[in-house]
């Protein structure tokens, strides 16, 4: 059974940058899809960002496009959240899930989730 790892996450200045890694382990992503959830303290968790691991398609939450990019690397076997530019509001646990058949933004198609990392921004 395929497990996710993430690593990456931190406390960065509002402006900075960081990259997050959900790594597999015990199997690899196949034809599915990866996504990147996050969850901010007394809210639900909410899309981010997703990839077709086959392909390459992607998908992007209105409220990252144009700071963030979803990028996957065969070799690694790791999908990669490189988040440019981050706010206050990016502050949450960031969650990596996979085997969703596309880049969908809904969390019940991915069947395996990751424990997560926290990024902090402060203003």
């Known amino acids: 059974?395929?497990?996710?790892?993430?690593s990456g996450g931190g406390l960065v200045q509002?402006?900075?940058?960081l990259r997050l890694s959900c790594a597999a382990s015990g199997g690899t992503f196949s034809d599915y899809a990866v996504?990147?959830?996050r969850q901010a303290p007394g809210k639900e968790r909410e899309f981010v960002a997703a990839i077709r691991w086959s392909v390459g398609s992607t998908n992007y939450a209105d409220s990252v496009?144009?700071?963030?990019t979803i990028s996957r690397d065969n070799v690694k076997n790791a999908v990669f959240l490189?988040?440019?530019?981050?706010?206050y509001e990016d502050t949450a646990v960031y969650y990596c899930a996979a085997g969703a058949p596309l880049a969908t933004m809904r969390q019940g198609a991915y069947r395996t989730w990751g424990q997560g990392t926290q990024v902090t921004v402060s203003s």
């Not at 059974?1 to 993430?6: D, F, G, M, P, Y």
């Not at 509002?14 to 940058?17: E, F, N």
């Not at 490189?82 to 706010?87: D, P, T, V």
């Open 82 to 87: 490189q988040m440019n530019s981050l706010k």
């Open 14 to 17: 509002a402006g900075g940058s």
């Open 1 to 6: 059974q395929v497990q996710l790892v993430e």
């Open 65 to 68: 496009k144009g700071r963030f």
């Open 35 to 37: 996504g990147w959830f």
